[in-house]
């Protein structure tokens, strides 16, 4: 089994994320993760646009991803998430970025955008290891 095969068979208990929302995992890495997710109706809001919770979770889920595969576990302990513009596409991708790795606290940028490469969100999350490896 690769490694993607066992990072999919084990997220997939983070039901919200990957059963309610639909994002999938396309890639991992050491510390490392790519996620879409394949824009629908129940992804936008009241007035047609896709609803910032989605952004964020993606975020979130990817962060998750990135700090836990294969990781002690990691908690979230500070997310903030900049919108930079409305989605064009009909996909999202999130992409993680390790910028500090500490003993116990780890610090991440998540890039999200669009499948017509447009800049839709940033986030940055810090984890708290609550667990050794």
């Known amino acids: 089994m690769t490694e993607l095969e066992q990072a999919r068979e084990f997220f997939i208990k983070d039901k919200f994320a990957m059963v309610t929302t639909g994002i999938e995992i396309d890639a991992v890495g050491e510390k490392y993760a790519r996620c879409s997710l394949k824009l629908d109706d129940r992804h936008q809001n009241a007035t047609g646009h896709v609803m910032g919770g989605v952004l964020f979770t993606l975020a979130d ?29 009909n996909v999202l991708f999130g992409e993680s970025r390790l910028l500090k790795d ?31 490896a």
């Open 102 to 132: 500490g003993r116990r606290t780890c610090f991440y940028e998540v890039s999200i955008t669009d499948d017509l490469g447009n800049a839709v969100a940033v986030v940055t999350c810090s984890g708290y290891r609550i667990s050794e």
């Open 61 to 89: 889920f990817v962060f998750a991803v990135a700090s836990n595969f294969k990781q002690p576990v990691t908690v979230t302990t500070t997310s903030q998430i900049s919108y930079l513009g409305t989605p064009k596409g």
